[in-house]
């Protein structure tokens, strides 16, 4: 544009000289008028301060100014030429590489919540991508390497590509720490399995019920959806229990239960491992934390045929905190555990 608007410019300077030629002929054309007549003209002309020294100096200066106009817009020209071609080499390098990292962490969260083969076949499938991550680093230090160019040459927009090089950056260790950590998450579940005893059918029906229940697909479930499994698992929850099993699955309060959670609460749930600190901790959330818990308590919390049995076996309370039909919970825990025929 500027450009167009200096040519413009420049076409209007043979008509300007021409009028200038013109005024200086009058100017010599009253010279020689007065010499001709003898006629002594005063030093300046009261009509005009203009002078026709004036008028050369400026035609000087404007026969200077031009071809430097001329060259400071080929220079721009030029560095303008050379940015858009920077912005468009990064561009096309930037919007590959993000799709991709995005297309891959699609691909690692697919094959985390996948029930093909065993545990061995995705943790070597992802391994696989592990590698094809490694071996795509190449490809992210290109794509610094012409961000410091565009840095470099002062350039903040680019037209052709959604992606900067902060979106790369993050998606890249995004990407690194999901491939990381979902690695580390099956072989966790491999070694629960081994030590648990849990066959793969098992851990495949555990897969199916988390993923059933994982409404969002995202390999993680929420309260409510992990509420849902859990009584589709034939569990029978009051609030207390709930808590208590949150407790366990969602140690940090997040709000959210993972897969190797759940298949770690399923496999001490599955197996006779219960120690009476634990049974006493289930029973101390059941009764609100306190030393001692009712009858109604334990019916409100528990399914009808457990709660009669708790109450038929468990001793009054002694403690000095005591209230009328208090029952130990404690020591009917520590019986539970040492003997069998109870």
Not at 37 to 43: A, D, E, Q, V, Y
Not at 286 to 310: H, S, V, W
Request: hydrophobic share 35%.
């Amino acid at each position: 544009g500027l450009i167009s608007a200096h040519d413009q410019f420049k076409s209007t300077l043979p008509d300007a000289d021409r009028e200038r030629e013109a005024i200086l002929a009058i100017h010599k054309e009253a010279q020689r008028i007065a010499e001709s007549n003898h006629i002594k003209l005063s030093g300046s002309n009261p009509y005009t301060t203009v002078t026709p020294q004036i008028i050369n100096s400026k035609w000087e200066k404007v026969q200077q100014l031009v071809p430097k106009r001329d060259h400071a817009l080929l220079e721009e020209q030029s560095k303008q030429q050379s940015n858009e071609h920077l912005r468009r080499q990064f561009a096309s390098q930037a919007n590959v590489v993000g799709p991709w990292i995005q297309t891959k962490m699609e691909e690692i969260g697919r094959i985390s919540i996948e029930m093909n083969g065993t545990l061995e076949d995705q943790l070597s499938h992802l391994k696989q991508y592990e590698r094809s991550i490694v071996d795509y680093k190449p490809n992210l230090d290109l794509l610094e390497q012409q961000h410091q160019l565009i840095q470099e040459a002062l350039i903040f927009d680019n037209k052709h590509t959604n992606y900067t090089m902060e979106h790369i950056r993050v998606g890249w260790e995004q990407l690194l720490t999901t491939i990381a950590r979902t690695i580390n998450e099956v072989e966790n579940q491999i070694l629960t399995r081994d030590a648990k005893g849990i066959s793969q059918e098992q851990m495949q029906e555990f897969r199916a019920s988390f993923n059933h229940f994982d409404k969002k697909q995202t390999g993680s479930m929420d309260s409510d959806d992990f509420r849902a499994l859990l009584i589709s698992t034939g569990y029978s929850l009051g609030e207390a229990e709930f808590n208590r099993i949150m407790s366990l699955v969602d140690p940090n309060h997040s709000g959210l239960v993972t897969f190797q959670a759940f298949i770690d609460f399923m496999s001490r749930e599955t197996t006779d491992t219960d120690t009476a600190d634990q049974v006493i901790a289930s029973f101390k959330v059941l009764a609100g934390d306190k030393n001692f818990i009712t009858a109604e308590e334990l019916r409100r919390e528990l399914p009808p045929d457990q709660a009669e049995y708790c109450i038929a076996r468990m001793a009054p309370y002694q403690g000095p905190d005591a209230v009328p039909g208090a029952l130990d919970y404690k020591s009917f825990s520590t019986a539970l555990y040492g003997e069998s025929d109870l």
